[in-house]
């Protein structure tokens, strides 16, 4: 499946701007390519840079979701792009496809950073947020003010809420933009990890990052950090959760730009 790419490169073309690897930008569930336009525009100032909207996601096509089918998808879109090989820069679920491609094809990946994801099994909620979203009955007409009001029951918070609003169609006939049905049906899959033989690993840079207050990765998922990734190393971003991009954007941005400056090829 060839995906939706917004791409951005230097504004001015420096000695390296075309020889290293661009680094492409993976959203988690229910993001999309242009909620991280903030940090492609500024990589994007001295490296070429792919944004992309994985399957039912922003402009993409839909279909049921497993992580060997989009870390195919990714292998796929990067060639066409010439594209390959990437650094790879991934929150949540895409984090879970960018190490799916890594651990499979690792002569695609430079290097490999992960938001908040380890390479287990996770799931804090997403499938009751899909499931209540999937319920959401939608007026004739919706604009802005009143479809954040419509989710303020299932999400809370201001700041994924406004994510979240993105995903809507509004004006006449509203409605979901994302493939949100298969989402939900494929969520056993999106929440799991898939299968890695004994001996696969990824020995190439690899950075974990962790939101202080989130619950995602576990101290007993350090030991299948170290085998999958022997070369990686973990930080915190203090005053973040699961969705530290969000959150903390300066120290995000700041972690991102330190690791692809030091491994640039």
Not at 193 to 211: C, M, R, V
Request: no cysteine; charged share 20%.
């Amino acid at each position: 499946m060839k995906l939706n790419v917004v791409s951005r490169g230097p504004d001015t073309e420096g000695p390296n701007s075309r020889t290293l690897p661009p680094i492409v930008l993976l959203h988690g569930l229910f993001g999309r390519a242009r909620n991280l336009g903030y940090f492609q525009r500024r990589l994007a100032v001295t490296r070429r840079t792919l944004a992309i909207d994985l399957r039912n996601h922003g402009d993409s096509p839909h279909g049921q979701m497993d992580y060997t089918s989009m870390a195919f998808d990714l292998m796929e879109t990067l060639a066409e792009h010439d594209a390959l090989p990437a650094t790879l820069v991934g929150h949540s679920m895409g984090g879970k496809a960018a190490m799916t491609l890594a651990l499979s094809r690792p002569e695609a990946v430079s290097s490999l950073l992960i938001a908040d994801i380890p390479p287990a099994r996770t799931g804090h909620g997403s499938f009751t947020l899909g499931e209540a979203m999937l319920r959401i009955e939608f007026p004739s007409y919706l604009n802005r003010a009143a479809a954040d009001e419509m989710l303020l029951e299932a999400i809370q918070d201001a700041d994924i809420r406004n994510l979240m609003l993105q995903n809507l169609r509004l004006g006449e006939n509203p409605g979901w933009v994302i493939g949100l049905a298969e989402i939900v049906d494929s969520m056993t899959n999106i929440e799991g990890w898939p299968y890695i033989p004994e001996g696969h690993s990824y020995d190439g840079p690899t950075l974990f990052l962790a939101g202080e207050t989130s619950p995602y990765i576990r101290a007993e998922d350090h030991p299948a950090m170290r085998r999958l990734f022997p070369n990686h190393g973990f930080e915190v971003i203090e005053k973040a959760g699961h969705w530290l991009h969000v959150e903390n954007p300066a120290r995000f941005l700041q972690l991102v730009e330190d690791f692809t400056a030091a491994f640039p090829g």
